[in-house]
């Protein structure tokens, strides 16, 4: 018999075999979009939107994928977002895109809520870690999370600054989604009814949010993330001596006021629609942001991308990087390991095709 690895030939298989293993909490945490999920579809139907022109007789027979990204080649013009508490898909999921990371030289997004230390993670992905940092309360635990990550040799830093409070998505907060978990009656339903997760994650011990467990190391994912302001930027600038991306820009006059500010590159995202549901679609922000911003200077996107066709279609509206989110946790949670890297295998192939149709052989 075939495993479930094996049945992803896209993003949606990936996402459509998950959601028959994960708890509904889980499956709607990491697929829940902010509000009514317009945020969400305007993305998709804007992408759907754009078209890439075939061309013809050009030869195209060899390809290649990588692109430049702080000076380092990446196997692919794609890497990996950071998201909070990915072994809540499987457990070790942290540590299998790590070790994909390290295999392709892509950046792994580390975030502030990992379900695995931060000192883990950079060792197992082999340096290609960037650390994700959230700015909250009155700050001071974030700075001191970022001398953390500076320590543990992390050359990136990216700011997350489209959270100046949690996003609303009813459907995490209808299943009462919070961290650290506790589990209710509701979960409890939830989880017998899924005893495969619930088996293997019983057996591997509760995720947690590990970047906490420390002294003088705390995190309220509620807790209100509103003080940041243009000079708490400032002084991450100032402290921290590598790369400094800000992730979450939407808006051309703070893309150019980051730009004036020092920071190495900005992030186009809308968080994978998880924030403000009346956000324009990033993918339409995209192009307008990089003609403001100059062809030189370094824009990473990601948000809605489910294919490796999405990919180029970022590329060519101005991206010099991309970041998929959440079809790689639903990929872990179908098919493990064997599932993320087939559905990386999707991506590339979709993306190498998606090439040699439109008469180029590579994204640069
Ligand atoms: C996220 N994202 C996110 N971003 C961030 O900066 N810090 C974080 O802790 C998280 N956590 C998180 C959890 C889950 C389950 C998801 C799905 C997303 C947002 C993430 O980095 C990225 O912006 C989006 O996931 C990209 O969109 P797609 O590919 O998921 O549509």
Same mark, same amino acid.
Do not use: S
């Given at each position: 018999m075939l495993s479930a690895a094996a049945h992803i030939h896209s993003s949606d298989d990936a996402r459509r075999l998950a959601k028959r293993r994960l708890p509904w909490m889980v499956f709607d945490y990491i697929d829940g979009s902010a509000g009514g999920e317009a945020g969400a579809r305007r993305n998709r139907a804007a992408f759907e939107a754009l078209t890439l022109e075939p061309r013809i007789l050009r030869d195209v027979s060899s390809r290649n994928l990588s692109a430049d990204v702080f000076g380092t080649t990446a196997q692919r013009p794609f890497g990996i977002a950071p998201m909070g508490m990915c072994n809540l898909s499987a457990p070790g999921a942290d540590l299998m895109l790590a070790r994909l990371a390290a295999e392709f030289s892509v950046p792994h997004g580390v975030s502030t809520v990992a379900s695995t230390p931060l000192e883990r993670i950079i060792e197992v992905a082999g340096g290609h870690a960037w650390f994700q940092l959230y700015f909250s309360g009155d700050g001071a635990g974030a700075f001191k999370l970022a001398t953390r990550a500076k320590v543990a040799g992390y050359k990136t830093l990216v700011m997350t600054v489209d959270v100046p409070e949690v996003g609303r998505r009813p459907r995490e907060l209808r299943h009462g989604f919070k961290m650290p978990f506790s589990i209710g009656p509701r979960q409890f339903v939830d989880f017998a009814l899924h005893p495969r997760w619930s088996l293997s994650q019983l057996a591997a011990g509760k995720p947690d /949010?590990?970047?906490?467990? /420390?002294?003088?190391f705390d995190f309220d994912r509620t807790e209100s993330r509103a003080r940041a302001t243009w000079d708490t930027l400032s002084r991450l600038r100032d402290m921290w001596p590598g790369n400094l991306v800000v992730k979450g820009v939407l808006n051309v006059d703070d893309a150019l006021a980051l730009k004036g500010a020092g920071v190495d590159a900005i992030q186009v995202s809308s968080h994978g629609s998880r924030q403000l549901e009346s956000a324009p679609a990033p993918i339409d922000a995209l192009p307008l942001i990089r003609s403001a911003v100059g062809k030189d200077f370094p824009v990473f996107f990601d948000t809605g991308l489910r294919s490796g066709e999405d990919v180029l279609k970022a590329v060519r509206a101005g991206a010099d990087f991309t970041f998929f989110g959440r079809s790689l946790l639903f990929a872990i949670a179908a098919g493990g390991e064997e599932g993320l890297r087939n559905l990386w295998d999707v991506f590339s192939e979709e993306l190498s095709s998606a090439l040699a149709q439109t008469g180029r052989v590579s994204v640069k």
């Open positions: /949010m590990a970047n906490f467990d /420390m002294d003088g």
